[in-house]
């Protein structure tokens, strides 16, 4: 049986505001006392160095998942309790979510983006039944929320599909959603 943990995706951009460091470390820190894995894309650098250091500290289980091309350049966290070697970034991407019970995404970059987009996706076609939170830091998610209302909006998704992710503000806000048992998705997946 596969561990269920909380998956975060979140950049590795070292140049970002503190204010998204702050929350990374809040997030770890949260994850840890609460008991809770947390499962991460092994990154050493930028917000996924700065969760996983938070869970460690705190003397959380930490598991990193990271395909072999990114460890052969040494872009792996050398600290986690576990690090899980992938052929790629497809099956990277899918033993995480396989992983989770529920997933968190703090502001990233392109492929955060891609990672918060496909779960979401997954969740709509039935292939992920974990919770997926939009951890908006300092409203970073703002655009991206309103993005999602105009699809709804314009038809191009269901009204409903609006119950595939929730958003939170904090951490431990996040990860109670995160952790919350979710036997009804309360949408349709019709097309």
């Known amino acids: 049986m596969i561990e269920k943990g909380i998956t975060v995706y979140c950049a590795s951009s070292v140049t970002v505001a503190e204010e998204y460091f702050s929350a990374a470390k809040k997030l770890g820190a949260e994850i840890a006392l609460r008991g809770q894995t947390l499962i991460t894309g092994a990154g050493s650098m930028g917000l996924m160095g700065a969760v996983n250091d938070a869970a460690i500290a705190a003397g959380g289980r930490t598991i990193g998942v990271i395909p072999q091309f990114m460890v052969d350049r040494g872009w792996h966290h050398r600290g986690l309790g576990?690090?899980?070697?992938?052929?790629?970034?497809?099956?990277?991407?899918?033993?995480?979510?396989?992983?989770?019970?529920?997933?968190i995404a703090l502001p990233g970059g392109i492929g955060t983006f891609e990672e918060l987009l496909e779960i979401i996706t997954w969740r709509q076609l039935g292939l992920y039944d974990g919770n997926i939170v939009i951890f908006n830091v300092g409203g970073y998610y703002d655009n991206l929320l309103k993005m999602l209302d105009t699809a709804i909006e314009q038809k191009f998704m269901k009204q409903d599909h609006r119950n595939l992710w929730s958003v939170a503000s904090d951490a431990h806000e996040a990860v109670d959603i995160a952790m919350q048992k979710n036997n009804n998705l309360n949408f349709s997946a019709k097309f």
């Open 82 to 103: 576990e690090l899980k070697i992938t052929d790629g970034m497809h099956r990277r991407k899918e033993l995480m979510a396989a992983m989770s019970r529920g997933v």
